[in-house]
């Protein structure tokens, strides 16, 4: 076992407003209205290949990061695991309605295409891995059976649209797969995981003329 240090990052939540943002037509969060959304007809597959096992989790200084092997499949491509992240609260909301928790499942295809994938989390029943990530954090190289698999639903319908990272340099063009089932964790839980990151989110960002598109599997 390693432990190891994130180098910091030049902003920070508390100066959102100093961010530059190369454009606004096409940035993340958002609110996704179920009534304005579109059905996908797209085949739409997310099929996740995840190894049981972390190589690093990491405090960045803005967020509570994990590093693993893994593939994802969206829609027949293949995109490379880059890492998984949280923010607290969660970025996305549905219907006006927020969420205390968010995970981001960060992928990279060869061409340099960005898809993330975002899980709400609820208060409700707690989630070992999420005890298990905190744990080790700031360690690499450890022994684990962590699997990252536990803090996603076995439902993957999901809200697509095309939108941007939500953090600096707020990268557009990136996909964005939101899923509609959320996961739970313990109020404990959540004060630890705010208790190193609070409020490290982006408010949600104007639509404008995007589409979201909504896949729902086995109707």
């Not at 996908?40 to 590093?67: E, F, H, P, S, W």
């Not at 992240?85 to 295409?113: R, W």
């Not at 905190?134 to 095309?162: G, R, W």
Request: glycine share 4%; with cysteine.
């Amino acid at each position: 076992m390693k432990k190891i240090k994130f180098n910091a990052v030049d902003w920070d939540y508390e100066k959102k407003e100093e961010w530059v943002c190369p454009s606004h037509q096409y940035q993340s969060p958002i609110d996704i209205v179920n009534n304005d959304t579109q059905p996908m007809n797209d085949d739409g597959d997310i099929i996740l290949r995840y190894r049981k096992k972390m190589n690093a989790i990491v405090n960045t200084g803005y967020c509570v990061q994990g590093y693993l092997n893994g593939v994802a499949s969206i829609n027949n491509r293949n995109f490379e695991f880059q890492q998984f992240h949280f923010h607290a609260k969660g970025e996305h909301t549905i219907d006006g309605k927020d969420f205390p928790l968010e995970l981001h499942l960060v992928h990279q295809s060869e061409s340099g295409k960005m898809a993330v994938i975002a899980i709400h989390f609820e208060i409700g029943t707690e989630n070992p891995t999420i005890d298990n990530i905190l744990n080790h954090l700031d360690e690499s190289d450890f022994d684990n059976h962590i699997n990252l698999l536990d803090l996603v639903p076995k439902n993957l319908d999901y809200y697509h649209y095309l939108g941007s990272l939500t953090t600096p340099p707020l990268t557009e063009n990136v996909e964005w797969y939101v899923l509609i089932e959320a996961m739970t964790l313990s109020k404990e839980q959540l004060r630890k995981i705010t208790t190193i990151h609070k409020d490290n989110y982006r408010e949600t960002q104007d639509l404008g003329p995007r589409k979201v598109l909504k896949k729902v599997f086995n109707q």
